[in-house]
């Protein structure tokens, strides 16, 4: 670990900077490597006819996001089992991402695993996060409210040969963790979307996990703004490369994981409201269309409808910018009610 105990807060900015400088440094030759391999995003059929121009973009951009968060967060941050245990989140749902593009390049569809194959290896994930963070972290299996109020889920726990499984909370933790991977999946969709968006995000659990006494966290969550930072720098309009499902599951995996381990489960739903809106404009079109045969949204994720209604796509990211960056404030300001 590098850094001055004393001044805890220079690791953190410094861990923005690192983050940034290896994403920088290693995307050139990434790109190249993708292009001379022939690896680039299959853009679906029914989507913006605009967005046609971005088929074979080189994907896959979340690998060296990933690579520079772990180093980042190797080299600054305080070895804990916390940060062992966020990093396994993002490790392994940024995987189960991998598998999806390498499955959607390999047939040259847009469309990777199947539903249910993800939700097999979500599953597997968070009930290995969920167990080791009580278990070995630590972690409460209840879930705190702006005001004070505590939920106690963990009223139904069985002991497995000496592991505590409450159920009820290992529920709860699957349906964030899978949620938050998949809404910001969705989130994906434009130049520059997700990054910027999760760049804010975690820029408020930074100073979260800061406040909560947590260094080892606050520098992991700062890492990843790093990365996001550099990554934008290849990735915005027109991107010359995507961060695929393998950057996407990740960043939302990592956001679930901060969450738990931090006890911010109910603020992080504020913060990520824009990725839950995202996920929600999906379901409630589906649904209707379903039910009534008619569409609420002119095309689902919410951020195509925008741009069906003419809005240029640098125009939908700032503006999805902003209103993400309002959530995260939002978020922060209502965890001063926590402590």
Known sequence: MIGNPNYP?????????????????????????????HVGQQVRADGPQQHL?????????????????????????????????AIFAMLATGALGLLDDIES?????SLGLTPSQKMVGLTLICVVFCL?????????????????????????????????????????????????SNAVNLTDGLDGLAGGTVMGVMMAMAMVAFDRGDLSLSVFAATIVGACVGFLWFNCYPATIFMGDTGSLALGGAFAALAVLTKTEVISLVMGGLFIAEALSVIIQVVSFKATGKRVFLMAPIHHHFEKKGWKETKVVIRF????????????????QLR
């Open 9 to 37: 807060t220079y690791q953190v900015f410094l861990a923005v900077l690192i983050a940034a400088v290896v994403v920088l440094a290693l995307m050139p030759f990434f790109i190249r490597m993708m292009r001379r391999e």
């Open 53 to 85: 121009v971005k088929q074979g973009t080189p994907t896959m951009g979340g690998v060296v996001m990933l690579v520079a968060v772990v180093v980042a967060s190797l080299v600054l941050a305080p070895h804990t089992l916390q940060l062992g245990l």
């Open 105 to 109: 390049v390999a047939h040259k569809r």
């Open 132 to 180: 080791a963070a009580v278990n070995l972290c630590g972690v409460a299996p209840t879930i705190e409210f702006p005001g004070g109020a505590t939920l106690d889920l963990g009223v139904l726990t069985t002991t497995i040969s000496g592991v505590d499984v409450p159920w009820l909370y290992l529920v709860f933790v699957f349906l964030l963790l899978a949620g938050m």
């Open 321 to 336: 910018w902003i209103v993400s960056a309002a959530f995260a404030a939002l978020g922060f300001a209502l965890f001063f």
